[in-house]
RNA sequence: GCCGAAAUGGCGGAACUGGUAGACGCGCUGGACUCAAAAUCCAGUGACCCUAAAAGUCGUGUGGGUUCGAGUCCCACUUUCGGCACCA
C-alpha cells in the first residue's frame, strides 16, 4: 500500500500557489446564479496567534461554502479583522510598540494561518476596520444615528429635521419619540430656546446621543473598568479603589428598538437556546407604573411594578438611595444616612447590592384605594436603574420585600389564597385573590388586568412595559478606536462633521498613557483636536462599532461612494449561515440587529434582519496538567512539588496547583500522567526559580540529582480552557506541517458535533492520517503508478459510493461533519476491501471529498488528467435506487428483546413474513409451543412478537 | 438564585420522526512481516457468567411512569458545562 507517498507539504504548496493565481475563490460580481453568503464571526487578531479551538467554525463553514460552490452558488465566503481594541493599546503603553504595528504584525499571522488552513475565503474581500477606508464609513452610519429619532408612531427611525418641525409648530404635544424622558413644552418655548439649550434637548432625543452615564471609574488607573475588570469591588489590576462616577458619554438608543428585536427573532433559524439568551437581555415585562400621594403634599411618588394585583398587601414603599426625591424625604437630620448610603451603593456594584439594608424617611405615602399611611424606606436592595427606582413593598409575595420587611418588622400581608395550586413560593403566579377589596376571588393574571384597568380610571397609575435592556454606553476613553466625528463649539453645541470631511482619521500618537481627568490619550493631540469650529470630541467608538456591520461591506468591500453599493446590497441580502462561538451571543449580535435595522428604517438595506441561519460552534478544550507545589509557612528553605499519587497525605490548602507545560509530562491525560526524570530536568531548566526543590512521590524525596532514575511526579490532569496561562496551547500550524491540512480539518470535524465542546486529544489524529494514506493508495498500482480503470462500475461499487454521497451530502446540509468523515471511512474501506480502481467510482468519491479535503483531492484531480480545480467542478448526486439493499435484516424481538436476526428478500409481503416468521427454527423454541399474542411489524424494520 | 444545554464502553463519539445500543476512530490485547524495532497489515475488544464456544443475564447519570418496544417520550432528582444576575 506504501509504494506512493502523499507529500502533503509539496502538494499544499503548489495548491496554494495554483488557487491563488487562478483565483479560485474570488467571488465574482453580480450574476443570475443564486447567492448563498457564508459568514464567520470576525475575529479579533491577538498575538498569540491561532490555536486549533480556532478554526473549528471557520472549517465548518469552508465546507459548507464549497459545497454551495461546486453545486452552482454564487458564493460569498469573506474574512477581516476587528482590528481596533484595548489589547493592542495595553501591549502598546508594556512595549511602546504602537497598536497600527502590531495589529498589522498580528492580521499577517493570522491570515497566513488561515492560508494554511485552505479555507477558500475571497482575501480580496477583506476588511480591517481599523482602515481609514473602512472606518470612514463607521463614522457615516454613526452620523446617521445622529441625525435621527425613533418614531414610535411611524414605528421606525426618522431624520431628526422632522422632530424640529414638530417642535416648531407645535412643541411636544403630537410628538411620538423614543426619548431618554418624557418632556413637555410649547412651541413658544422651543422658538425661545437658545442654540445649546436646543442641542441639549435634542439629544433627548437623537439615536446617537450624549448623556451623563454612570461609569465605573478607577482612581488609580486613571481609566475606566468594564464589569468583568472588577473584583470584589475593587480593580482586578492591582487592586485599587472602583468608584461610579458621572460623565458624559455618547450612546446609542438601542431601547427604541426593543420590541422590533424581539419580535422579529421569531422569523430566525438561531438556536432556542440563544434565541432566549437575547430575549433575557431584552427583558420584556409587562406591568403599571403606580402613583402614591405622600402625606405632606408634594410630588407624587411613582413606582412601577410587574404584580399590580399584590397592591393590597403592600405594607410600605421603598426608594433606591440614589432616587431624586429621597433628598426631599430626608432632608434634615437624615441626610447624613442618605449620604452614606449613596456611598455605599456608589462602590458596590449592583450585583453585590442584595441585602436587606435601608432606614426609614420618618415620611409616609398613602395607598391610592385604601388611603393607608405606607412607610417610606430608603433600600440598597432598590437600584435605581431599573424600573423608576422606587417599589411597593409586598412582603407576603415578594422575598426581597419578605427578607426586608423581616429584618425591619415591617407588617407581612397575604392577599393570593394558593390553596388549590401547587405551592413553589411565595412569589408564584397563581392562586386566587383574597383581601383585597375589588380583585377578592380573581385569580391572578385576572386580578393584574383588573387593578391596571382600576388605576388607570382612578387616574393612580397607567398600564406600562418595560425593557430590561439599556442604552449603550458609546464613548470610550481609549485611543485604538474610531474618532467619534464631532465637533464642540464654544458653547458646547454639538457639531457634527459633513459626510464630505469623513473619514476623519486617527492621529499618530506614540504616548497612549489615559490622558488627565478620565480623558482619552486623544486629549493629548492638541493640533488635531483644535479646528476653526472648536474643539474636537477625544473620546473614541467601542469595541462593537466596527463588527456591527462588518458583513455588509464585505458585499462590496473597495466602494468609495457609499458603504455598499445598492446593487450589492440587493443582490446579496443578508447572510445565509453565520457560525462562531456564544461568547458574541449578545453583545455583537444585538448591536447587530440594531444597526441593521436602523439601516433597513432608512432604505439602505433591503432586508430588516442580517444573520438568517445561526450556529454557534462549541469550545475545544485542551488538557490542563498541573503539579502540586507545598506552600510552606515562613521562610522556605526549599520547595517541595508532591506527587498527585500522594496528594491526598496534604490538606488541600497547603497545596497550590502549578500549571506544567503540556510537553513535559508523559501519557498526558490519562490515571498515568507524569513527568519523568527527564520532564522535571525540562520543567526545572523552564522554570529556572524552582532550581533545587524537592520532589516527593510514595517511594523516594529529593532534588533532582538525589533520585532514581525511575522516579516519577504524577501529575494531575484535567479538561479546561486553551489558553496561554496553562501552557497547553496546540498550534494549527504545527499539526499541518507534521499531518498536512487536509488531515487537520478532517480530524478537527471528526471531533464531534459543531456546537459541543470537546477536548482536543492529538493521539486520534492517526486514524484521520490513515484514513487519508488509504484513500490515497486507491488510485495506485502495486508498482506504484498512478492507475484508474474506465469500466462499467459494479453495482457493489456503485452502492458504496452512492450510500456515501447521499449520507455526506444529507450531513453537510445538517452541519452534521462529524459523521460524514465516518462516512467516507466506511466508504474507502469497503472500496479497499473490494480493491475497486474505478475511475467512475473514485473520481466521483473524490470530488464529494473536496470540500473537507480541498489538498488532496485537487492532486488526485489534476493526476487523473483534469485541467481546472476540482473545487470549480460540480458537486455529485446520488441515485436513491442505488442506495437499497436488496434484502433486508429484520430484527425479530420476543417481548421487545431481540432474540434472532432474519435476513430475507426486500420483496417479501407483510403475510409472508407474518407467516415466516413462526416456522423459523430459532422463533419456535423461544414460542414453545404457545400462541403469540401478537405480531408487531414495521415494514423494512423489526418484526416484535408478543407471547 | 434564575435561564439554557448536556450526561452513552478505557477515551472522542454514532443511533433519521420511539424499532438491532455502542457505527467510525483512538487506545488496548493477540497474530503476521522483521535478526529486532518502527511502520504496515489481519483478528479481537461494553460488563458479568463460562476452560472455550453456544446460550444466557445486566447494561445509555439516578428513581419512577407510558408503551408490544424507551438512549430517544412524561414526572421527580443528581451532576457537569455555559449564560444572566436584586429586572420590582
Excluded at 498569540?48 to 473549528?56: D, N, R, W
Excluded at 447587530?592 to 432608512?602: A, N, P
Excluded at 488510485?779 to 506504484?784: L, S, T, V
Aim: glycine residues 8%; negative net charge; contains cysteine.
Amino acid at each position: 500500500m506504501n509504494l506512493v507517498e502523499y507529500e502533503h507539504i509539496a502538494v499544499e504548496q503548489a495548491c496554494k500557489q495554483f488557487w491563488n493565481a487562478a483565483a479560485i475563490y474570488k467571488t465574482e460580481g453580480l450574476s443570475d446564479k443564486p447567492k448563498y453568503y457564508v459568514l464567520d464571526m470576525f475575529p479579533y487578531p491577538s498575538g498569540a496567534g491561532l490555536h486549533v479551538g480556532h478554526p473549528l467554525g471557520y472549517i465548518s463553514s469552508d465546507i459548507v461554502a464549497r459545497k454551495r460552490r461546486m453545486e452552482g452558488y454564487q458564493v460569498l465566503h469573506p474574512m477581516g479583522f476587528d482590528a481596533f481594541g484595548l489589547p493592542a493599546e495595553q501591549y502598546a503603553i508594556q512595549t511602546g510598540i504602537h497598536p497600527s504595528v502590531s495589529t498589522r504584525q498580528n492580521i499577517d499571522r493570522y491570515r497566513e494561518q488561515l492560508v494554511n488552513i485552505g479555507l477558500s475565503y475571497d482575501w480580496s474581500r477583506e476588511v480591517i476596520t481599523c482602515q481609514p477606508e473602512y472606518y470612514r464609513w463607521t463614522q457615516w452610519i454613526f452620523l446617521q444615528l445622529f441625525h435621527h429619532y425613533y418614531d414610535t408612531s411611524a414605528d421606525r427611525a426618522l431624520p431628526i429635521s422632522k422632530l424640529v418641525e414638530q417642535f416648531e409648530h407645535g412643541g411636544s404635544t403630537s410628538v411620538h419619540a423614543s426619548c431618554s424622558e418624557t418632556l413637555q413644552f410649547s412651541a413658544e418655548a422651543w422658538n425661545a430656546m437658545s442654540l445649546k439649550e436646543r442641542d441639549d434637548l435634542l439629544m433627548n432625543y437623537r439615536l446617537a446621543f450624549r448623556r451623563i452615564s454612570h461609569v465605573n471609574w478607577c482612581d488609580a488607573l486613571g481609566t475606566v473598568l468594564a464589569n468583568d475588570e472588577i473584583k470584589d469591588g475593587v480593580s482586578e489590576r492591582g487592586g485599587h479603589p472602583v468608584e461610579k462616577r458621572p460623565m458624559m458619554q455618547w450612546a446609542l438608543r438601542i431601547t427604541a428598538y426593543s420590541e422590533r428585536l424581539l419580535r422579529d427573532m421569531e422569523t430566525l433559524e438561531w438556536s432556542e437556546a440563544l434565541k432566549t439568551m437575547q430575549r433575557n437581555w431584552i427583558g420584556k415585562s409587562k406591568g403599571c407604573a403606580i402613583f402614591f400621594d405622600l402625606e405632606e403634599g408634594g410630588d407624587k411618588l411613582e413606582v412601577y411594578s410587574t404584580r399590580p394585583d399584590t397592591i393590597f398587601g403592600a405594607s410600605f414603599l421603598a426608594l433606591a438611595p440614589e432616587h431624586p426625591l429621597a433628598e426631599q424625604l430626608c432632608a434634615g437630620e437624615l441626610m447624613e444616612s442618605l449620604m452614606e448610603y449613596r456611598k455605599l451603593a456608589n462602590v458596590s456594584a449592583d450585583r453585590e447590592r442584595k441585602n436587606a439594608n435601608g432606614f426609614f424617611t420618618q415620611k409616609y405615602a398613602l395607598h391610592p384605594f385604601t388611603n393607608e399611611r405606607l412607610p417610606v424606606w430608603i433600600a440598597e436592595y432598590v437600584l435605581i436603574e431599573y424600573g423608576t427606582g422606587a417599589i411597593m413593598g409586598v412582603p407576603g409575595h415578594d422575598l426581597r420585600d419578605e427578607a426586608f420587611a423581616q429584618k425591619f418588622s415591617l407588617p407581612i400581608r397575604k392577599v393570593i389564597d394558593f390553596s388549590g395550586y401547587p405551592v413553589t413560593d411565595i412569589e408564584q403566579k397563581t392562586g386566587v385573590l383574597v383581601n383585597s377589596q375589588f380583585l377578592d376571588g380573581l385569580d391572578v393574571s385576572d386580578a393584574i388586568d383588573r387593578a391596571i384597568g382600576e388605576l388607570e380610571l382612578a387616574g393612580r397609575g397607567y398600564g406600562k412595559t418595560v425593557y430590561k435592556m439599556r442604552d449603550a454606553n458609546f464613548s470610550r476613553q481609549r485611543y485604538w478606536g474610531e474618532p467619534i466625528p464631532v465637533i464642540y463649539d464654544a458653547n458646547g453645541c454639538s457639531i457634527p462633521l459633513d459626510e464630505s470631511q469623513l473619514p476623519l482619521e486617527l492621529p499618530h500618537l506614540s504616548n497612549l498613557e489615559p490622558g488627565s481627568g478620565g480623558k482619552s490619550p486623544l486629549s493629548a493631540a492638541a493640533e488635531w483636536g483644535l479646528t476653526p469650529q472648536g474643539q474636537r470630541e477625544t473620546d473614541t467608538m467601542p469595541g462593537y462599532a466596527g463588527s456591527s456591520w462588518y458583513f455588509l461591506r464585505y458585499m462590496d468591500p473597495h466602494n468609495d461612494q457609499s458603504f455598499a453599493s445598492k446593487e450589492a446590497l440587493s443582490y446579496w441580502r443578508d447572510v445565509d449561515l453565520y457560525i462562531g462561538g456564544t461568547e458574541h451571543a449578545v453583545g455583537h449580535l444585538m448591536y447587530s440587529r440594531f444597526w441593521h435595522k436602523f439601516l433597513f428604517d432608512l432604505g439602505y438595506v433591503p432586508t430588516s434582519e442580517p444573520f438568517r441561519k445561526l450556529v454557534n460552534q462549541g469550545m475545544i478544550q485542551g488538557v490542563i496538567e498541573s503539579v502540586f507545589l507545598l506552600k510552606q509557612e515562613g521562610t522556605p528553605a526549599v520547595n517541595r512539588f508532591i506527587s498527585a499519587s500522594v496528594a491526598d497525605r496534604f490538606p488541600a490548602g497547603q497545596l497550590a496547583k502549578i500549571p506544567v507545560h503540556l510537553d513535559f509530562v508523559e501519557d498526558a491525560n490519562t490515571p498515568a500522567a507524569h513527568l519523568s526524570l527527564a520532564g522535571l530536568k525540562k520543567f526545572l531548566q523552564w522554570r529556572p526559580e524552582f532550581a533545587g526543590s524537592h520532589f516527593l512521590n510514595e517511594h523516594a524525596e529529593g532534588h533532582l540529582g538525589e533520585l532514581p532514575p525511575d522516579f516519577t511526579l504524577k501529575t494531575h490532569s484535567e479538561i479546561g480552557k486553551m489558553s496561554k496561562r496553562y501552557h497547553n496551547v496546540v498550534n494549527p500550524d504545527d499539526v499541518i506541517r507534521e499531518y498536512g491540512a487536509d488531515c487537520f480539518r478532517m480530524y478537527e470535524m471528526f471531533l464531534g458535533p459543531i456546537e459541543q465542546s470537546k477536548p482536543w486529544d492529538t493521539h486520534g489524529i492517526d486514524g484521520v492520517a490513515k484514513f487519508l494514506k488509504k484513500y490515497f493508495a486507491l488510485f495506485f498500482n502495486e508498482e506504484g503508478h498512478f492507475h484508474l480503470v474506465d469500466e462499467e462500475p459494479t453495482r457493489e461499487e456503485l452502492q458504496t459510493l452512492h450510500q456515501c454521497i447521499k449520507k455526506v451530502s444529507q450531513d453537510i446540509d445538517s452541519l452534521s461533519l462529524n459523521t460524514c468523515v465516518s462516512a467516507f471511512m466506511i466508504c474507502v474501506n469497503e472500496l479497499r476491501r473490494i480493491q475497486c480502481s474505478n475511475r467512475r467510482i473514485l473520481l466521483p468519491l473524490t470530488r464529494l471529498m473536496a470540500p473537507f479535503a480541498p489538498f488532496i483531492t485537487e492532486h488526485i484531480w489534476k493526476l487523473s488528467g483534469h485541467e481546472g480545480s476540482i473545487h470549480l467542478s460540480s458537486y455529485p448526486n446520488w441515485d436513491e435506487v442505488l442506495t437499497e439493499r436488496t434484502e433486508v435484516h429484520y430484527p425479530v424481538s420476543i417481548n421487545g428483546k431481540k432474540r434472532f436476526e432474519w435476513i430475507v428478500a426486500k420483496s417479501l409481503g407483510e403475510e409472508e413474513l407474518r407467516s415466516g416468521v413462526l416456522e423459523l427454527p430459532e422463533i419456535k423454541k423461544w414460542l414453545g409451543g404457545a400462541d403469540p399474542k401478537k405480531i408487531i411489524l414495521v415494514p423494512g424494520r423489526m418484526i416484535n412478537i408478543v407471547v
